[in-house]
Structure formats: structure tokens, C-alpha cells
């Protein structure tokens, strides 16, 4: 059971749009940013979004993130087949037995 | 351009010892917190730990599950961060990846070194 809740799974059609949440609490999303990682099958995650909306060089603004509360989301809009992937997110909890926590994780089909 | 290369993972009997080595170039290693991530087969990404940098005190933290078990340290004059594993269950099978970061993301990650836990 992951301190962060995600929906295990999110399709659409090549060029829609999905977007993936991410609920915590006042510990954890509440205080704290958020970021999200992408990892597509046999490899290493990769750093999507940082501070909640911010991008890293190299990842397109088609990848977007915000934060509301003690929930932040994901959206990814223009799909394609090469964003199939599990994407997570993350962030610091202020609890002391749970320094950092991450979401379950979301698989992104492209149908 | 960021590189981290873990090595030092294999197969390992239950209550076996394991030290994993993460390599880094490409960063100021000595100002760098660095993080700990492992994955189950099949399952998420559950972090392990993190170090700070030397600066900010070096100072190490767990997760709950591997506390007291597991030991992470750093040798900056080789920029080179460590997991030491003692006391290894079947359920730390899992590929481990080393990250930079730890404070409020994981910037740059390894590709993964898997470590195998089995009679």
C-alpha cells in the first residue's frame, strides 16, 4: 500500500490527452513538491517534472504539472505510442518513519 | 552530461551481506545529496535512503523497512556513494538504483544493479 494513491492505469488514443493524480495528505503532497517520473518498461526512471510544474532541458511542454491541496496531477497531451511508459510521483514526508514516498504508480497505454 | 554506474549486486543467500557502489561523473559530487531506490520485480519504486551532502552534515536517513539494516555512506574523494546490506531477506530482491537528489526530487538516476536474494 503506497502513501501516495494513484489509479494503476490510464488509455487513450494517439493525440488525446490523459492526465494522472497523485493524493496524499498534509504530511506529504500538502507541504511538500511534488515531482513525477516517467519509466518506460526495462529501464531506469526518468525525472519528468520538478517542483510540482516545472520541467527539466530536454522534456517537452506536452508534459505538464500541477498541485492543488493534498493532490497533484499529471497530464500528458499530443500521445504517442513512445510515451507508453509507468509514470510515478513523489515527493518528501515530513513524518519521520517516511522521509520520501511515492505514488503506486500509473501505467500510460496508448490504445 | 550526468553518469551514475552501480555495480556490486548478484546473488545472494538470506542473511547474506552486500555492498552496492554507485560511480558518478558529470556533477560536483561532493555537493550532491544522493538517494537510494530499489524495485521489486513486477512492483513500484520504494526508496531506500539518502545522504546528504557533506556540507549540509552527511547526515543519512531510511526508510522504515531497511532501518538498521542497511548503511549508506559516501567517499567523495572517489565520487563514489555506497549501499551496504546486511542481514538480507528474499523480499530485498530487487534492482537497486542510485539517484541524485533526495531533498525535493531525484534529479539523475543509474541504470539499476540487481541485486537477488535466494537459498
Known amino acids: 500500500q503506497s502513501v501516495l494513491t494513484q489509479p494503476p492505469s490510464v488509455s487513450a488514443a494517439p493525440g488525446q490527452k490523459v492526465t494522472i493524480s497523485c493524493s496524499g495528505n498534509s504530511s506529504n503532497v500538502g507541504n511538500n513538491y511534488v515531482s513525477w517520473y516517467q519509466q518506460v518498461p526495462g529501464t531506469a526512471p526518468k525525472l519528468l517534472i520538478y517542483?510540482?510544474?516545472k520541467r527539466p532541458s530536454g522534456i517537452p511542454d506536452r508534459f505538464s504539472g500541477s498541485k492543488s491541496g493534498t493532490s497533484a496531477t499529471l497530464g500528458i497531451t499530443g500521445l504517442q505510442t513512445g510515451d507508453e511508459a509507468d509514470y510515478y510521483c513523489g515527493t518528501w514526508d515530513s513524518r519521520v518513519n517516511a522521509p520520501w514516498v511515492f505514488g503506486g504508480g500509473t501505467k500510460v497505454t496508448v490504445l | 552530461e550526468v553518469q551514475l554506474v552501480e555495480s556490486g549486486g548478484g546473488l545472494v543467500k538470506p542473511g547474506g551481506s552486500l555492498r552496492l557502489s554507485c560511480a558518478a561523473s558529470?556533477?560536483?559530487?561532493?555537493?550532491?545529496?544522493m538517494s537510494w531506490v530499489r524495485q521489486a520485480p513486477g512492483k513500484g519504486l520504494e526508496w531506500v535512503g539518502r545522504i546528504k551532502s557533506r556540507v549540509d552534515g552527511a547526515t543519512p536517513a531510511y526508510a522504515a523497512p531497511v532501518k538498521g539494516r542497511f548503511t549508506i555512506s559516501r567517499d567523495d574523494s572517489r565520487n563514489t556513494l555506497y549501499l551496504q546490506i546486511n542481514s538480507l531477506k528474499t523480499e530485498d530482491t530487487a534492482v537497486y538504483y542510485c539517484?541524485?537528489?533526495?531533498?525535493?526530487?531525484?534529479?539523475?538516476w543509474g541504470q539499476g544493479i540487481l541485486v537477488t536474494v535466494t537459498s
Open positions: 539517484a541524485t537528489g533526495g531533498g525535493r526530487n531525484l534529479d539523475n
Open positions: 558529470g556533477i560536483t559530487f561532493r555537493n550532491a545529496w
Open positions: 517542483d510540482n510544474n
